[in-house]
């Protein structure tokens, strides 16, 4: 296990938009609330996983040049596990080392195709839930539990599991989007394979660590 300090920025369009929201009908969108909610905790996938990912948001840029993507912002493709209204730092990566140190990089499929209708339309693929991803999952909410409350919709037994693909459309090219990416759609087998905790606005990685 390898654990690092990569400080690696880059900054997010502030029009009240962000990439790793969740929709409005299961919460306001992270962006939206950046100046309260500025911590996220990331599940990392692998590189050949994301190769195929940038491939899918390619598409949805190339209808959508006001799309916000994962690949547009330099960003790896990931899993959400929590967002956080603040945060003591020092505390949270003795936590998040602590949890780090027990999990393993872990198999996921990308199922299906998603979406999160609302103000940021957002299209992503699903993970199947399986035991152990949310396992996972719940084992981090429990190794943080005395950090703080997280963002509700990211609690064990609310949490959709999603990798986003790109938000920031319109109705209408959310439905071309979709049409983009459907007719050849291919599960995608995924490794789950790092712990990353980045500041939102700019989007800065504070902490990451690898998982074996």
Request: aromatic share 6%; hydrophobic share 45%.
């Amino acid at each position: 296990m390898r654990a690092d300090q990569r400080p690696t920025c880059g900054r997010i369009r502030l029009d009240g938009i962000c990439w790793i929201s969740a929709s409005t009908h299961c919460g306001p969108p992270l962006m939206m609330q950046s100046m309260a909610v500025p911590y996220a905790v990331y599940l990392d996938l692998d590189d050949a996983s994301n190769k195929r990912l940038e491939a899918l948001s390619a598409r949805i840029e190339s209808i959508a040049g006001e799309a916000i993507t994962p690949r547009s912002m330099g960003q790896p493709y990931h899993i959400t596990l929590a967002v956080y209204s603040s945060l003591n730092l020092e505390s949270a990566l003795a936590c998040l080392s602590a949890f780090s140190a027990k999990a393993s990089a872990m198999p996921v499929t990308l199922l299906s195709l998603g979406l999160f209708p609302g103000l940021t339309n957002v299209v992503f693929a699903a993970p199947v839930a399986t035991s152990a991803l949310l396992s996972l999952h719940a084992s981090f909410h429990h190794a943080m539990r005395d950090i703080g409350p997280s963002q509700p919709y990211y609690l064990p037994d609310v949490w959709v599991p999603h990798v986003t693909l790109g938000m920031n459309l319109n109705s209408s090219q959310l439905g071309e989007a979709v049409a983009r990416i459907a007719p050849d759609w291919d599960p995608i087998q995924a490794e789950i394979c790092a712990v990353r905790l980045i500041l939102v606005d700019p989007v800065t990685t504070l902490w990451h660590t690898s998982l074996a």
